[in-house]
């Protein structure tokens, strides 16, 4: 149960319906027995054709029940290559259209297909439209400003969107690949820094579009459909950022270097803006901080420019995590509802009533701020994990006697990272998210939004809690706050769903290791871990159940050992083989050292422990036996099944050793 890194997500991102596509399903019937004929169009000579083939397979890629079938369908015609082909096209529209098609694509797919798409060379067409687009938007923002008439300024803001949608569609496709794909990730890299450039430019004119387009700074209300297209690709270009700057040594090295610190700095100004969405300040203090947990060999410069940057990243970090998103949205949801006949009769008759535009613009967009607010809290949970990972030993070395961390987030640990990750009003905000309750009137959508960002919580929290051994001194939590931690997450262990529980008791063996004094469950809280060992719940967790009722065992002067002892014993016999090897860890961790010996003659001598670690033995045995050593060189097994029978007899060497041991233990 070490440290975690978040794995790359892919949020979904939908594309909206082009114009002139069929929308209805007599339409889209209608479309789909003559779709091959779009194939062919996208090779035509006509370009209104192309774009509208490109924006049929777009929206069949989107299509409800038949999205996979469909996408085979593209990629068996040798559409694919077709579409990669058409985002070089000369005309824009063909471009965005061929973009928006592949934006789709690539959200639906499976990462072989996306894999597929990168070995067509996907990237460089993708690439090299980037710089164009960065171009034609800064061109049309200034033939915006000097138009002397009102069609040669509609002319340029019509121009303008269109480029600001083709940027948009671009980077929505480099962000699915990268997600899927770490060749990718590796050919982004190695372009080198024109591509870098051409994001963060496309990423600049966006903040500066979206500043200029509110009287008031408060973009959330897009009150024009050019700012909406603004804040939509800005946010792109920052779940880009984040996802090609995640543990890329090499483009955070790039970064820290003085030819790529502008860049760098850019973002961190951008990040600062009052006027741009906490969502999309987060994503771009999640870049920062990848740079600053990535890189190990910036210069005296480089760590001086990241170290000014620290408090920012924290800041935004700390506002999003103190959103109180899994509390409200039970009340986004009522916000979100027309208020009943009743209601409206008595707010009528009331002297000074709301104004019904009021009340309208009071409660519209509630929940859709609340799921803005949920993906920023989200965000912030993934770079709290990584923050928190990175000052953590790697399990490599565990046993190392070299506990210096190398790289800016180690050297900045002590003075800036280790107040916030270590204070307790941060552990009870967390504690706080992971046990807020479902709520039944939500969407799917907004359940799983919800049951994620508790997920985020409960592995940001065991990450958390493995720090006080790292950064101590005055960043050590006291045990008066982990025994509070430690009541909230226990009672809401019960009402969680499988997905969360694995994480949910890592979380709480990272307690135990963190306390100094016994943590002793309740009568309740014990029947309940014990459930969890004994119940119906997959392997993985079954196996952290047994591994943290093991933890709670050998604290001192734990008074549940002979209970724990007893249930090890018996998930021995458990059929799922990660469970076994936890129970035999555990009984090792109980019986280990001399501290306890008389307690441990007393287990030795009161449990029948022979009978069922003998039998324990006897099945790795017949495991052996049955896959005996292939010859060197002759191909009989793999390396998994050679990896697998070498721990298999690691064990049985170990428990054969332990067996004598109780042994001795009863004779004594």
Not at 87 to 100: P, Q
Not at 123 to 152: F, G, N, R
Not at 272 to 297: E, F, I
Not at 570 to 584: I, Y
């Amino acid at each position: 149960m070490g440290k975690e890194r978040m794995a790359r997500r892919r949020p979904a991102a939908r594309l909206p319906t082009p114009t002139g596509v069929p929308t209805d399903a007599a339409q889209t019937a209608a479309v789909a027995t003559t779709r091959h004929a779009y194939f062919d169009q996208l090779d035509s000579a006509d370009r209104d054709e192309r774009e509208f083939a490109c924006s049929v397979l777009a929206n069949a890629a989107l299509e409800a029940g038949a999205a996979a079938s469909n996408i085979a369908l593209i990629e068996q015609h040798g559409a694919l290559r077709k579409l990669v082909l058409n985002v070089a096209h000369r005309d824009v529209g063909v471009r965005r259209a061929a973009a928006g098609a592949l934006r789709n694509i690539t959200l639906q797919a499976p990462p072989e297909l996306c894999e597929r798409l990168v070995s067509l060379d996907a990237l460089t067409p993708l690439l090299a439209a980037l710089s164009p687009a960065a171009d034609a938007i800064e061109s049309a923002a200034s033939a915006a400003a000097s138009a002397l008439t009102a069609a040669a300024a509609a002319e340029a803001l019509e121009q303008r969107q269109t480029w600001l949608q083709l940027a948009c569609q671009l980077l929505a496709v480099l962000w699915h690949l990268a997600e899927a794909s770490e060749r990718a990730v590796q050919l982004y890299t190695d372009a080198g820094g024109q591509p870098l450039l051409a994001t963060l430019r496309c990423l600049d004119a966006a903040v500066a579009l979206m500043a200029s387009a509110s009287d008031t700074g408060n973009v959330a209300a897009a009150p024009t459909a050019l700012a909406a297209d603004a804040l939509e690709l800005a946010q792109v270009a920052a779940h880009f950022l984040n996802v090609v700057t995640d543990a890329n040594a090499p483009l955070a090295s790039r970064l820290c270097l003085p030819p790529g610190r502008p860049v760098l700095e850019r973002v961190a100004h951008l990040s600062s803006l009052p006027h741009v969405p906490l969502l999309l300040r987060t994503l771009l203090a999640g870049v920062l901080a990848n740079v600053m947990t990535a890189d190990s060999s910036s210069d005296d410069a480089g760590s001086s420019v990241l170290q000014q940057m620290a408090p920012g990243i924290l800041g935004v970090l700390s506002a999003s995590l103190q959103l109180p998103v899994a509390a409200s949205l039970a009340a986004a949801l009522a916000a979100d509802q027309p208020a009943p006949p009743a209601a409206l009769s008595a707010a009528a008759a009331t002297a000074t009533p709301p104004s019904s535009a009021a009340a309208a613009s009071a409660s519209a967009g509630s929940l859709a701020e609340w799921r803005m607010a949920a993906k920023a809290q989200t965000v912030a949970l993934e770079v709290l994990t990584n923050l928190a990972a990175a000052l953590l030993p790697d399990d490599d070395d565990a046993d190392s006697d070299d506990d210096e961390q190398t790289g800016p987030a180690a050297r900045l640990a002590p003075q800036l990272l280790a107040p916030l990750l270590c204070s307790p009003p941060l552990l009870i905000q967390l504690c706080a998210t992971c046990a807020a309750p479902s709520v039944e009137a939500a969407s799917a959508g907004d359940s799983a939004a919800l049951e994620l960002l508790q997920e985020r919580a409960w592995v940001a929290l065991g990450n958390v809690l493995l720090l006080p051994s790292v950064t101590g001194g005055s960043g050590s939590i006291d045990d008066g706050t982990l025994h509070t931690v430690w009541s909230g997450m226990l009672s809401c262990l019960g009402r969680l769903p499988p997905t969360l529980l694995e994480a949910a008791l890592a979380a709480l063996r990272a307690v135990i290791d963190a306390c100094h004094a016994p943590l002793q469950p309740s009568a309740h809280e014990a029947a309940l871990l014990y459930s969890l060992v004994t119940g119906t719940a997959g392997g993985p967790v079954r196996a952290n159940a047994v591994s943290l009722l093991a933890a709670l065992a050998c604290q001192q002067g734990s008074a549940a050992t002979t209970d724990v002892v007893r249930v090890l014993l018996e998930r021995l016999a458990d059929p799922a083989a990660l469970v076994v090897a936890a129970a035999l860890d555990g009984l090792f961790d109980v019986f280990a050292g001399d501290s306890n010996s008389s307690q441990q003659q007393q287990l030795a001598r009161t449990l029948d422990m022979l009978s069922p670690l003998r039998t324990c033995l006897a099945h790795m045995h017949a495991y052996l036996q049955a896959h005996k050593k292939a010859p060197r060189g002759s191909g009989g097994s793999s390396r998994a099944q050679r990896d697998e029978r070498n721990r298999v007899d690691e064990a049985a060497g170990n428990l054969v050793r332990f067996i004598d041991y109780v042994e001795q233990l009863r004779r004594s």
